[in-house]
């Protein structure tokens, strides 16, 4: 079946404008995370939905990130005025109701020059 | 200090080595934990998750130590195909939430 997909694959902006990476879970998942890994590191965690509701933003390194979930499925990180230092790759993964294992999509590789 | 530390590695063995990887957690808070295998430019997947009474899948084994905060990987029979960055996780509510991972350790296997 399908995985998690995650749009565009790359992304290279200019600092200071603004970007929005996109995450479709798999179908009928309740919960979709986000995460964003440096390279050579693990996965850091960047904030997390059940359903529609936000319920850890906790990671969130500053105000210019937000994300959203409004139906419950398809979510959005949004970086403002990008910088620099937010170069990484974007991770999003979703677990399914009653189960431990969250599966990760394929990433976004952001570039801000 | 990170909060879950691994040897970054690499670790490079013959196929059909044993080779064992140690992992530290610093909060005594975490509850669940997991190894989860990521290969070169692709996304982590779960490998096995982490029990008390340790536990085994086919040829690799994990164990817990929570008086000591560490967990183990032991890989028997290395296979070609094992090479792969490891990476050791804990979670504070069984993995509902969210997951705190170590920078991973590499594993070369090589003929």
């Known amino acids: 079946g399908a995985g998690v997909s995650q749009s565009p694959r790359y992304k290279v902006t200019k600092r200071g404008q603004d970007v929005a990476l996109r995450c479709d879970p798999i179908?009928?998942?309740?919960?979709l995370y986000w995460y964003r890994q440096a390279l050579g590191q693990g996965p850091e965690f960047l904030t997390y939905?059940?359903?529609?509701?936000?319920?850890?933003k906790s990671g969130l390194p500053n105000d210019r990130f937000s994300a959203e979930r409004p139906e419950g499925s398809i979510s959005t990180l949004t970086i403002q005025r990008t910088e620099q230092r937010d170069s990484a790759m974007y991770r999003c993964?979703?677990?399914?109701?009653?189960?431990?294992?969250?599966?990760f999509g394929p990433g976004t590789r952001l570039t801000v020059t | 200090r990170k909060e879950v530390e691994q040897d970054p590695g690499p670790f490079n063995v013959p196929e059909g080595a044993t080779v064992a990887f140690n992992c530290t957690y610093s909060n005594s808070a975490s509850q669940s934990f997991f190894w989860y295998r990521q290969d070169c430019r692709k996304e982590p997947k779960l490998l096995m998750s982490v029990y008390s009474s340790g536990n085994e899948d086919g040829r690799f084994t994990a164990q817990l130590n929570r008086a000591s905060q560490y967990i183990s990987l032991l890989i028997r029979d290395s296979k070609l195909s094992d090479s792969a960055t490891y990476l050791c996780v804990s979670s504070f509510s069984g993995g509902y939430n969210k997951l705190i991972f170590g920078a991973g350790t590499r594993l070369a296997v090589h003929p």
């Open positions: 179908s009928g998942h309740v919960s």
């Open positions: 993964a979703s677990r399914p109701e009653g189960s431990r294992e969250q599966y």
């Open positions: 939905f059940n359903y529609e509701a936000q319920q850890d």
